[in-house]
């Protein structure tokens, strides 16, 4: 028989382990003890045990950070992994690539569940969701009225929202009864006459919030006739009832102040209104005041004071353009008239009598030459400014 090393062999059991198919991609469950997290790798080492035996285990850094909960020494949990052999020391483990919480496999595999069945139902749809009220009269909250939640919501409303009337409904929100209570409950707000209801609880575990993931409760919030803003206390996971209600809140906190306004910021929007209005009324009184002042204008432009006031301007401006027509007309006549006369004036046989000439007339007729004279003829002269006869007694 050959010899063989240890290396040899540690490797020969650890090729051996990895080809069982029964110690490949196991579920265990058992209790953790001696559990260590290494701050820099980020592996985690813990022993599972149960009542009679125990195995090592390991879970590195790449699987360990998708936890959602830290692993403590005493938790019951069912972890999934192989077998193999760490070869250096010669010891077998369980390498774990996922940890939960005992029972929380079956729960989150029957939740997954229905919340497939509910979306495919149409619950989920954003089509369903309706805004909340601006100004709600009722506030309902369906919650415990000796938990701390039911306390926030009054404290802030009271607060941000005085004018509004909280109407709280008891109920269980944990435990077996809790989702037929949490039910009872919206129906009662509803019936109530609540314009928005605050469905929730303060945090807890997962098992605390089970009521509110449950059909139960989806449906009596997605068959409410009033918005609802779910108030489960929890920030990081959603629960059905967060994704049925119209609008989710992370705390009851939160969820009273969404359900309202704060008083600041109505006196706010008041200011802002009085202030549009103001603005609003001065324009239309302006506009007003404007086409008053044109109606005016043209009622008082087509009144008949106006129109015989307008024509007696016109009458006036008719005569004073007639008279200045005629009087323009006679200057015109006026100073042909100068023309003619100055023009007759220097045409005028008195003109050139006055200039040393003479008319001689031998009866009634106007001599212009001597050969009609006979010695003895009587002929009148007359002169620039009088005349006188004469007698002829020579001609030449």
């Not at 003890?33 to 022993?47: A, E, K, L």
């Not at 007639?322 to 220097?346: G, T």
Request: glycine share 8%; aromatic share 6%; proline share 4%.
């Amino acid at each position: 028989m050959p010899v063989i090393t240890v290396t040899q062999i540690n490797k020969y059991i650890s090729f051996r382990l990895k080809g069982d198919k029964n110690l490949q991609g196991i579920m265990v469950k058992g209790e953790i003890s001696n559990f260590v997290h290494h701050y820099r790798s980020g592996h985690m080492y813990f022993t599972l045990k149960d009542a009679e035996s125990s195995i090592k285990a390991v879970m590195f850094a790449s699987a360990a950070s998708r936890l959602k909960f830290t692993p403590e020494d005493g938790m019951a949990v069912v972890v999934s992994g192989s077998i193999s052999v760490y070869e250096r020391d010669g010891a077998y483990q369980l390498y774990v690539n996922d940890i939960l919480p005992e029972g929380a496999g079956k729960a989150g595999a029957a939740l997954e569940q229905l919340k497939k069945k509910l979306s495919a139902a149409g619950l989920f749809d954003q089509a369903h969701k309706r805004p909340l009220p601006w100004l709600p009269k009722k506030i309902g909250a369906v919650t415990s009225l000796s938990g701390a939640a039911v306390r926030d919501i009054i404290n802030v409303l009271s607060r941000r929202y005085p004018i509004g009337e909280i109407y709280a409904v008891n109920a269980l929100v944990q435990g077996e009864g809790a989702p037929d209570s949490i039910c009872r409950g919206i129906l009662r707000a509803e019936s109530a006459g609540c314009d928005v209801i605050i469905v929730g609880r303060g945090g807890g575990s997962a098992e605390d919030l089970g009521a509110f993931n449950t059909e139960k409760v989806a449906y009596a919030i997605y068959n409410c006739k009033v918005p609802v803003i779910s108030a489960v206390g929890h920030e990081t996971d959603f629960t059905i009832a967060d994704l049925v209600a119209d609008m989710r809140a992370p705390t009851p906190s939160a969820a009273a102040e969404l359900s309202a306004p704060s008083a600041e910021s109505l006196l706010e929007m008041t200011d802002k209104y009085e202030q549009r209005i103001e603005k609003s009324s001065l324009a239309a009184l302006g506009r007003a005041e404007d086409r008053y002042s044109a109606i005016s204008a043209r009622l008082t432009a087509q009144s008949p004071e106006n129109r015989l006031r307008l024509t007696a301007q016109r009458i006036d401006s008719l005569e004073k353009r007639c008279s200045d027509s005629f009087e323009r007309y006679c200057e015109r006549l006026d100073h042909k008239l100068s023309e003619h006369i100055a023009k007759l004036d220097s045409l005028s046989p008195l003109k050139v009598l006055s200039r040393g000439y003479s008319l001689v007339y031998k009866g009634e007729e106007l001599l212009n030459s001597a050969e009609k004279l006979e010695k003895g003829d009587v002929l009148s002269i007359r002169f620039g400014s009088g005349g006188a006869n004469a007698e002829v007694t020579e001609k030449w």
